[in-house]
């Protein structure tokens, strides 16, 4: 039975590869990726997993702020 697996998409190295760590410490699979887009062209979308992702990368995979960042910025 394959393990459950944790996708984490993040621009900070060091953060990437401790939180991976972490992860697969605690009996994951873990897939790292350090861009949206990376993720995007590279991941499989057919095997199930949870995500990770810092929303506040340089690349964004949305165009718009989501409502907590509305509400900061008033």
Excluded at 26 to 46: E, H, N, R
Aim: charged content about 25%; hydrophobic content about 35%; proline content about 8%.
């Amino acid at each position: 039975m394959t393990k459950p697996l944790v996708r984490i998409v993040d621009d900070d190295e060091e953060l990437l590869r401790s939180t991976a760590f972490l992860i697969r410490m605690a009996g994951f699979d873990v897939l790292t990726y350090s861009s949206a887009i990376s993720f995007l062209s590279m991941d499989d979308p057919t095997r199930p997993g949870c995500l990770l992702l810092d929303h506040r990368m340089p690349c964004l995979l949305y165009t718009s702020p989501s409502p907590r960042d509305r509400q900061k910025s008033r």
